[in-house]
T-cell receptor, first 110, second 117 residues
Framework: QKEVEQNSGPLSVPEGAIASLNCTYSDRGSQSFFWYRQYSGKSPELIMFIYSNGDKEDGRFTAQLNKASQYVSLLIRDSQPSDSATYLCAVRGYDYKLSFGAGTTVTVRA | GAGVSQSPRYKVAKRGQDVALRCDPISGHVSLFWYQQALGQGPEFLTYFQNEAQLDKSGLPSDRFFAERPEGSVSTLKIQRTQQEDSAVYLC???????????????FGPGTRLTVL
């Protein structure tokens, strides 16, 4: 069973709307949670990380973590065409390894 | 400052050939990771170096895969007798510190796209 699951997508949202991305993980020992953005043909780029339950906001991005439900989400407010990319959820336990989900592709329609 | 660089960016190999993929991490970064990303999937961990020591190679799919980082900077991932299932993007990442420090962000290189015919 895959450790990290993401909603399959693709997700299409109009410009200015909120894009909501979800991720669940199976290892209750997971400690750190990351959202990476990957443009087509490019390398993953870290956009958010969260360690504690609750919300963390950074500009138009908000990460939400619920360890009891083993759930982490990413909200993108006021979506822009430049937000069109694949978003990867990654989880890390007590070691150094990142476990990635398969990614959710987001398309923002102008 | 330069980021993580990888070469070649694209590699086409005939089945059975050996290939070598290079990673130049960010200068001074202690930790170096190799990941394999198949089409439409997230990256999968292959191996981890702390300086020149390969501390974890649990993700290497077979004994045809070998990685080294002899001087604690540049790393090479070698694949012997390539097979079609080895076709993927191979990503290298580096981070400043060893271990799992809370701000120990992994910075990814652009990857090498390997196609095995």
């Amino acid at each position: 069973q895959k450790e990290v699951e993401q909603n399959s997508g693709p997700l299409s949202v109009p410009e200015g709307a909120i894009a909501s991305l979800n991720c669940t993980y199976s290892d209750r020992g997971s400690q750190s949670f990351f959202w990476y953005r990957q443009y087509s043909g490019k390398s993953p780029e870290l956009i958010m990380f969260i360690y504690s339950n609750g919300d963390k906001e950074d500009g138009r991005f908000t990460a939400q973590l619920n360890k009891a439900s083993q759930y982490v989400s990413l909200l993108i407010r006021d979506s822009q065409p430049s937000d069109s990319a694949t978003y990867l959820c990654a989880v890390r336990g007590y070691d150094y390894k990142l476990s990635f989900g398969a990614g959710t592709t987001v398309t923002v329609r102008a | 400052g330069a980021g993580v660089s990888q070469s070649p960016r694209y590699k086409v190999a005939k089945r059975g050939q050996d290939v070598a993929l290079r990673c130049d991490p960010i200068s001074g970064h202690v930790s170096l990771f190799w990941y394999q990303q198949a089409l439409g999937q997230g990256p999968e961990f292959l191996t981890y170096f702390q300086n020149e020591a390969q501390l974890d190679k649990s993700g290497l799919p077979s004994d045809r895969f070998f990685a080294e980082r002899p001087e604690g900077s540049v790393s090479t991932l070698k694949i012997q007798r390539t097979q079609q299932e080895d076709s993927a993007v191979y990503l290298c990442a580096s981070s400043l510190f060893p271990g799992t420090g809370s701000h120990n962000e992994q910075f990814f290189g652009p990857g090498t796209r390997l196609t095995v015919l």
